[in-house]
């Protein structure tokens, strides 16, 4: 008997997730039924949430990632490198683009994976919503990539001003989290670094976070907003609610009104789009956010063959009004929902619909706060939490996902290793 060729195109949260544990459950079985590739364009993943602190600096991406291949080796899937560049749905292939060299030698040619299933979970990106010189001018955080060149580039910019004597101004648009967390860490940045020679490096640098609505972090209760607020402005970081930028260009934002925002490096994190290629493919019900469009078994609208998980999926369960936000944790049960049911779909067996449990949200401020919204269910349901025990839940949530990754005891001697680190290497990146 032939095995079912199961493609999952994204290695973020819920791909790899969703890859890892199947791979693991047919590693051991001569008789395993599923044939399992992962399709990413990177050699590597990082936890989404964690991308900001990557970015900034106070987390080592060599210690926070997870390389495919290895991974695929240990977990008993294969990995292709590429970048997704169409479907072909009558043919049940995926078309991968030419991969290049960095200095744009051509690698690989274009090519084509065979599929008998297809696994949609491509993530989201920033949304530049068409504003003129968002793209030449803005640094975007949405991958490993991404935030590691923001990095290297914020770390070239803090030693000119300290040869230099030159102010620095960092301008970030948008108010959710990643905007928020990412202020946070580079306050946290600036003084590590002071601590560790850079005297005078705080009054040189100076973080504006801009939201074009009332207030900051409007998917948390309004009480989490206004704290988060007041905390960041402590941290004399410079919050502007109410603020719609217009346009971008090398010397900082335009915004609505007239008015300039001058900058030397520009952070775009507003809005949420899934990537355009999704749009492209023939057949399929997407929004227009690029967002396939998905039953209650995460099967897509016209072609039950591929499911869609993620950010990349928009699915409207029951009487709600909205469908699921875009989070790490409706990526996780989706991924947690196939990993059940998928063997058992390919089966033909009837199986139950999706089902959405809201836990909650949480926002980190690094080492300064934390804050979590506590969800629809729980003693304390529809409150937040705050301080320490906020701040532990955050770190846990990562280390679930490192054991949902790579199992309990992996999982485990890498949290050992993570708290050893910590005492002996520096506490931000200083390559």
């Given at each position: ?293 998905i039953n209650p078994h995460l099967q897509t609208i016209g072609d039950p063959s591929i499911y869609a998980i993620g950010d990349c999926a928009s ?117």
């Amino acid at each position: 008997m032939a095995r079912k060729k199961i493609v999952i195109v994204g290695g973020g949260v819920a791909g790899l997730g969703l890859a890892s544990a199947l791979g693991r459950q047919g590693k051991y079985n001569k008789k395993n039924p599923l044939d399992i590739t992962v399709l990413d364009r990177d050699s590597a993943h990082v936890w989404k949430p964690m991308l900001h602190t990557i970015a900034a600096g106070t987390s080592d991406i060599s210690q926070q990632q997870t390389t495919y291949v290895a991974h695929a080796r240990d977990c008993g899937f294969s990995y292709q490198p590429g970048e997704l560049n169409g479907v072909e749905r009558q043919l049940k292939q995926v078309f991968v683009k030419e991969l290049n060299a960095p200095d744009g030698r051509r690698l690989v040619p274009e090519r084509t994976i065979a599929y008998d299933t297809l696994v949609l979970a491509l993530g989201s990106e920033a949304n530049d919503f068409g504003t003129p010189g968002v793209k030449e001018h803005c640094y975007m955080i949405d991958s490993r990539i991404q935030a590691d060149a923001f990095n290297r580039e914020v770390r070239l910019r803090m030693f000119q001003c300290l040869g230099l004597d030159q102010q620095l101004s960092i301008a970030i648009v948008g108010g959710g989290a990643t905007g928020v967390e990412l202020a946070a860490e580079l306050v946290r940045l600036t003084e590590i670094a002071e601590s560790y020679g850079a005297q005078g490096l705080g009054s040189k640098i100076s973080i504006t976070l801009i939201q074009s609505g009332p207030r900051l972090l409007d998917a948390f209760p309004p009480a989490i907003s206004e704290a988060v607020q007041q905390k960041l402005e402590l941290l004399r970081v410079k919050v502007l609610t109410n603020t719609r930028v217009t346009a971008a260009d090398e010397h900082g934002l335009s915004i609505q009104g007239g008015e300039r925002i001058a900058a030397t490096m520009l952070v775009w994190a507003a809005g949420v789009k899934a990537p355009q290629v999704l749009s492209e493919i023939d057949g399929l019900a997407c929004t227009r956010n690029n967002q396939l469009i998905i039953n209650p078994h995460l099967q897509t609208i016209g072609d039950p063959s591929i499911y869609a998980i993620g950010d990349c999926a928009s699915l409207t369960l029951g009487d709600a009004v909205r469908p699921l936000p875009p989070t790490a944790q409706v990526a996780h049960q989706q991924a947690t929902y196939l990993i059940h049911n998928l063997p058992r779909m390919l089966d033909g067996k009837r199986v139950s619909e999706f089902r959405y449990r809201n836990l909650g949200a949480l926002v980190s401020l690094g080492e300064y706060d934390a804050y979590a919204s506590l969800g629809q269910f729980g003693l304390f349901k529809d409150g937040y939490i705050r301080g320490k025990l906020a701040q532990l839940s955050h770190a846990m949530l990562y280390r679930s996902h490192q054991s949902n990754l790579h199992g309990f005891w992996r999982g485990s001697a890498l949290w050992t290793v993570d708290q050893l680190n910590k005492l002996v290497r520096p506490s931000i990146r200083l390559d």
